[in-house]
Nanobody
């Protein structure tokens, strides 16, 4: 079983930055996508940023130009650099690997990001 651990959340003032990290305990085969999601109170979980199967990146319109997703060459770690944070970015952030092998998803435990003055 793959264990996924996230870190890097916290409290930051508007306009500040945070870097989230996510690590899988072992290599995941047949990665289709890997990315970051978030869920704010009372809202559905939404995609923030991801790598596609072809290696391209997709971003939610609300974070374009402010957030950057990256990963290591082994694809067992990924990161989310978040700049110019806004109060509406407040949410629990989750990382996820989706494998086309048996259609499995591997989620992190979530990390709280709070943007407030």
């Amino acid at each position: 079983q793959v264990q996924v651990v996230e870190s890097g959340g916290g409290l930051v003032q508007p306009g500040g930055s945070l870097r989230l990290s996510c690590a899988a305990s072992r290599s995941i085969i047949s990665i289709h996508t890997m990315g970051w999601y978030r869920q704010a109170p009372g809202k559905q979980r939404e995609l923030v940023a991801q790598f596609t199967s072809g290696g391209d990146t997709n971003y939610a319109d609300s974070v374009k130009g402010r957030f950057t997703i990256s990963r290591d060459s082994a694809k067992i770690s990924m990161y989310l650099q978040m700049n110019s944070l806004k109060p509406e970015d407040t949410a629990i952030y989750y990382c996820r690997w989706f494998s086309s092998h048996r259609g499995e998803s591997f989620w992190g435990q979530g990390t709280q990001v709070t943007v407030s003055s």
